[in-house]
């Protein structure tokens, strides 16, 4: 059918509005600069300029991720927490979409016929779990024991979501692929550097979501809250999620001996050290041949994770009051666990990336066989939006650390100096349990200081009311459950 004029006018125009928008922005570019910045020691300025780069009424995920993490650089406890549960509440609606509509492969048109940009960003499963982290050491920090509780049983649920989500996800590309006759893996795409994905330190994870520290912050909080069954199960959870790791073995081994052990006036202190910044993303095109009336090959752009060296510089003890060198154990590589991610996600990236091209390839070719002059130009300008719109989704919480390293130890309750490299600080001590926190970036070292309240376990805690915590059920247990009723 001959194209109009107008017609063609209007996909010109569409063209060009959508280069000026999400789906040619550069989400890397902006946190570089803004990653910069803390590096240099203004996290004012950071914050301005993820202001200046998010001038929507309608702010999206990253933007929060990102925000409150700027935000604890800067002590605002509640205003870091208040952030985050924005952020939350989105990862919640897309966990109750996601048990509705799991195992979707093309979530909307944008996705086949222009990139993944144009994908709602539902953040990565490493993201989602890792802020429900964020928030208890947020609520932890805040003083606030119990509402750091809820979180860490939020972890528990929220990686019991993504498990069944993928789980299903994974079945529907294997029948997509197979029905579609698309067999290729990111091994075969000529020019893809295989090898960031393919190390042993990626390929012996569990998977991509799961982490050590998570589990082991949950041990200690169970632990401080007396909750010995439930810090068992957190500490367990750790050492089977990174094995070998002394620091993790003795959280478990010691959870009998502590409370025997501990003194009065004295706080056992979790040290958690995050350090650097989470790769970056970037976008590299790959021929891929594509079939659609005769062999073809057409460009597709995949992402590539790049480790940031400059600003990782992980360090390998903490000293207090100028005597005592803690050594601290690298417990969780959130640049393994992206990769990783990256690796479990990328047979549906290029099953898309194939769809996608052969749409575009099967609208290029009628228009471009029309003998309608209107339509062979609209054939030549869509082939230009092709190749400017053909960009993997750059995407990704660039302020969380690279790797998260732990001590743990005992000390008197009062003030006490800490240092890291050449960085020192006076720290206040109290209660029976303490988490501190200091983030590395650089030279920089940004040190949280707990706040003391009411609400956080006092020398003198009296062991409180054992609560299994619940465990969403799986769709099978679900149907299972709902049957019976039925029946009844």
Not at 297 to 310: A, K, N, R, Y
Request: with cysteine.
């Amino acid at each position: 059918m001959p194209i109009s004029p107008q017609k063609f006018t209007l996909a010109l125009a569409i063209t060009f509005v959508l280069s000026g928008c999400s789906v040619m922005r550069s989400y890397d570019d902006e946190l570089k600069q803004t990653v910069d910045l803390v590096a240099q020691g203004q996290v004012n300025q950071a914050l301005q300029q993820l202001d200046s780069n998010n001038t929507s009424s309608d702010k999206d995920l990253l933007y929060y991720f990102e925000k409150g993490t700027l935000q604890r650089f800067n002590n605002q406890y509640k205003d870091s927490i208040s952030t985050w549960l924005s952020a939350d509440r989105l990862v919640n609606e897309w966990e109750n979409e996601a048990k509705i509509r799991a195992g979707a492969i093309l979530e909307n048109i944008g996705a086949v016929t222009l990139n993944d940009k144009t994908r709602r960003y539902d953040g990565h499963d490493y993201e989602k779990v890792m802020l429900s982290t964020q928030l208890a050491l947020d609520h932890l920090l805040n003083g606030d024991w119990d509402f750091a509780r809820t979180e860490i049983k939020k972890t528990h649920e929220r990686e019991a979501v993504i498990a069944e989500v993928r789980a299903k996800e994974a079945d529907e590309i294997e029948k997509e692929s197979k029905a579609k006759g698309i067999g290729t893996t990111f091994k075969d795409l000529n020019g893809y550097p295989v090898e960031t994905l393919n190390s042993p330190e990626i390929t012996s994870l569990k998977n991509g979501y799961q982490s050590a520290f998570s589990h082991y912050l949950a041990g200690f909080v169970y632990e401080a809250l007396n909750e010995p069954s439930l810090a068992s199960a957190g500490y367990r959870q750790a050492i089977e999620l990174r094995p070998n790791i002394k620091t993790l073995e003795d959280g478990l081994s010691g959870l009998d001996l502590r409370p025997r052990q501990h003194k009065p006036n004295e706080t056992d202190v979790l040290m958690v050290v995050e350090s650097g910044v989470a790769p970056s993303l970037s976008s590299i095109m790959i021929p891929i041949p594509v079939i659609y009336k005769g062999l073809g090959v057409i460009p597709i752009s995949f992402p590539v994770l790049h480790s940031d060296p400059t600003h990782t510089t992980a360090p390998n003890y903490v000293s207090i009051d100028s005597a005592i060198n803690q050594p601290l154990a690298m417990v969780t590589s959130l640049d393994a666990m992206s990769k990783r991610a990256l690796k479990d996600d990328m047979t549906g990236i290029i099953l898309r990336g194939i769809l996608r091209s052969a749409v575009k390839t099967a609208s290029q070719q009628a228009l471009m066989s029309s003998n309608n002059t209107y339509a062979v130009l609209a054939g030549v300008a869509l082939n230009a939006a092709n190749v400017i719109t053909e960009s993997a989704d750059e995407r990704t919480w660039r302020t969380l650390p690279s790797t998260i390293n732990v001590a743990r130890f005992s000390l008197p309750t009062g003030k006490h100096e800490f240092t890291i490299g050449s960085r020192k600080q006076t720290l206040e001590i109290n209660g029976s349990h303490a988490v501190v926190v200091a983030r590395v970036i650089n030279n920089q070292v940004y040190w949280s200081q707990p706040v003391y309240t009411a609400k956080m376990p006092a020398n003198n805690t009296l062991p409180v009311q054992h609560v299994e915590p619940e465990i969403m059920p799986t769709k099978t247990a679900r149907k299972s459950s709902n049957k019976k009723r039925s029946k009844k």
